[in-house]
């Protein structure tokens, strides 16, 4: 295809315009939506409401580079990924101030997810397409390869709209497909922004953007000119997209919520453990699929662990994440912050014993900020326990016997992450083993990489993403036989 790599076309991103980007082109809409910033309440830029007119175009636009991107050298494709990668982090800066203003996480950690949006890019570069030779005789050869569906769509979540959106775009143009991204209405300033950027490095249509309300997403999914849906968020949500699919037998790939279990075992470095397992609840203020969200402690451990912690979670900082020493910003927005609430409510009826925390914080700033919650030993069919807050507020839960703590752990209709910890490494990994979740973690949790392959059990998901299984998940097989 025509575009060359690291073109530019002297034009500086403006980081304050927001548009559509269709067949390599900033489209404006007669409409616009805007964001929040969840940490001030104020309105932030306008951005496009796509109606079924830029749709179209951009399936247009989709259809016809696939033609052409789908014959382009792989080697090609990786240069492409790796310029857009060095791309992004020429715009550091720009990108990560942009995320702390619409995502509301502190600078440092908007910084770390535009190094690993690049990281997703480079990462996936490092990726080969598989080909299988399953017969290879002097008369026969049976082999099968890996071909691109054609036109998909990634619908990216508000918590990590950046490195999400990367970890959608690199495998599925590495594998020679078109993607449609469609950021989240909450979040849609870096999605777009970075789309925009795509263009200096990729020819027209092979990564379009656009951007709506909550009626774009459906409208996408019902679509029979898409080929492929890969879709991050709610396991709600995650049904919805699925049935809209089984209309046209779209293939999907989702990748939803968790509630992912921490087992510590009675022979680790308590003071150490605990101020890790802090930094893991309570990371991007709770809104991680994979943050850990049930943590069993040995009832030997229990009370120094609960007090360690404690001291751990009180020493953050909570506020505008673009102020100094802020560890935990605001729940992103409102529909989360009052979920959270419900959450806060329910255990206050319960009368359930708060180690800290326990309510949302007022502060200067009008935004939706919630103090750091720690619940001590609630009961296992309690709301904390069961279902997913997706905001500031853990669970701690005493076990005494090893066999039991794993029934417990697995005792949830998700199964995306869980973790062992302990100084015996082999005794941890056997009951890692046993934990039902499509990444166990020892003495370490949320250790994601682009090059390993990240999925769910039960209603975490079907299908998954990165590593080469990832990369299988944009492609249709294809087995040819040869008769010689």
Same mark, same amino acid.
């Given at each position: ?13 403006d ?8 067949d390599?082109? !900033? ?14 309440l104020?309105?932030? #830029? ?11 175009a ?12 789908r014959?382009?050298a792989?080697e ?7 310029a ?15 995320l702390t ?7 440092a ?5 535009v ?24 008369t ?7 071909v ?5 769509? &990634? ?20 594998t020679?497909?078109?993607i ?9 300033y ?9 263009q200096? #490095? ?15 997403g ?12 890969s ?12 049935e ?5 037998l ?14 510590i075992?009675?022979?680790v470095?308590?003071?150490a ?6 930094g ?7 809104q ?5 969200k049930?943590? #069993? ?13 404690? !001291?751990k979670v009180?020493? #953050? ?7 100094k ?15 959270v !609430?419900?959450?806060l409510?329910d255990?206050r009826q319960e ?12 502060? !200067? ?9 720690i ?9 904390i ?7 500031p507020?853990?669970p ?17 209709n998700?199964g ?6 302990s ?8 009951? &890692?083993e046993?934990l039902e979740?499509?990444?166990?973690w ?9 090059t ?5 059990h039960k209603?975490?998901?079907?299908? &998954? ?5 990832g ?14």
């Amino acid at each position: 295809m025509g575009s060359q790599i690291g073109h530019s076309d002297g034009e500086a991103l403006d980081f304050a315009s927001f548009s559509n980007i269709i067949d390599g082109d !900033k489209k404006r809409t007669e409409s616009t939506i805007h964001g929040i910033n969840p940490a001030t309440l104020e309105a932030l #830029y306008p951005v496009p409401l796509s109606t079924k007119t830029d749709i179209d175009a951009a399936i247009a636009a989709a259809r016809a580079a696939f033609k052409t991107w789908r014959k382009t050298a792989v080697e090609d494709r990786k240069q492409r990924l790796r310029a857009f990668a060095e791309g992004l982090l020429l715009h550091k800066n720009e990108f990560a101030h942009l995320l702390t203003k619409e995502q509301g996480k502190p600078l440092a950690v908007a910084e770390s997810e535009v190094d690993n949006a690049a990281r997703w890019l480079t990462g996936t570069a490092e990726l080969d397409i598989p080909v299988e030779t399953v017969v290879e005789t002097p008369t026969s050869l049976i082999k099968t390869k890996y071909v691109p569906l054609g036109v998909v769509v &990634g619908i990216v979540p508000w918590n990590f709209p950046l490195m999400l959106l990367t970890g959608k775009v690199g495998p599925a143009v590495l594998t020679g497909n078109c993607i449609i991204i469609k950021p989240s209405p909450f979040t849609p300033y870096c999605g777009l922004k970075a789309i925009e950027l795509a263009q200096r #490095y990729f020819p027209p249509g092979v990564i379009q953007a656009l951007s709506g309300d909550d009626s774009l997403g459906p409208q996408l999914t019902a679509r029979s000119d898409i080929h492929k849906i890969s879709f991050t968020g709610s396991t709600a949500t995650g049904k919805r997209v699925m049935e809209s699919a089984s209309k046209h037998l779209t293939r999907i790939t989702l990748e939803l919520g968790g509630n992912d279990p921490a087992i510590i075992c009675p022979d680790v470095d308590v003071q150490a453990v605990a101020e890790k397992m802090a930094g893991l609840a309570f990371l991007n203020s709770g809104q991680v699929c994979i943050a850990v969200k049930r943590i #069993y402690v040995h009832e030997n451990i229990y009370e120094e662990f609960r007090a360690a912690m404690v !001291k751990k979670v009180e020493s #953050y900082g909570v506020g505008n994440g673009l102020q100094k020493d802020v560890f935990l910003g605001p729940v992103q927005n409102r529909l989360q912050f009052d979920r959270v !609430k419900e959450f806060l409510d329910d255990i206050r009826q319960e009368k359930q014993v708060v180690c800290t925390g326990g309510d949302v914080l007022q502060t !200067k700033e009008r935004g939706f900020f919630v103090q750091p919650t720690i619940v001590d030993n609630p009961p296992d069919d309690s709301k904390i326990v069961r279902e997913e807050p997706f905001g500031p507020v853990v669970p701690l839960l005493r076990w005494a016997d090893e066999e039991e703590v794993i029934a417990r752990a697995n005792d949830s209709n998700a199964g995306l992450g869980a973790s062992v910890w302990s100084s015996d490494v082999e005794h941890a990994r056997c009951i &890692g083993e046993e934990l039902e979740a499509g990444s166990v973690w020892i003495n370490q949790h949320m250790g994601i990489i682009p090059t390993a392959h990240f999925a769910g059990h039960k209603s975490s998901g079907i299908g &998954g993403e990165w590593g080469v299984d990832g990369l299988r998940g944009y492609c249709n097989t294809q087995t040819v036989f040869v008769n010689r």
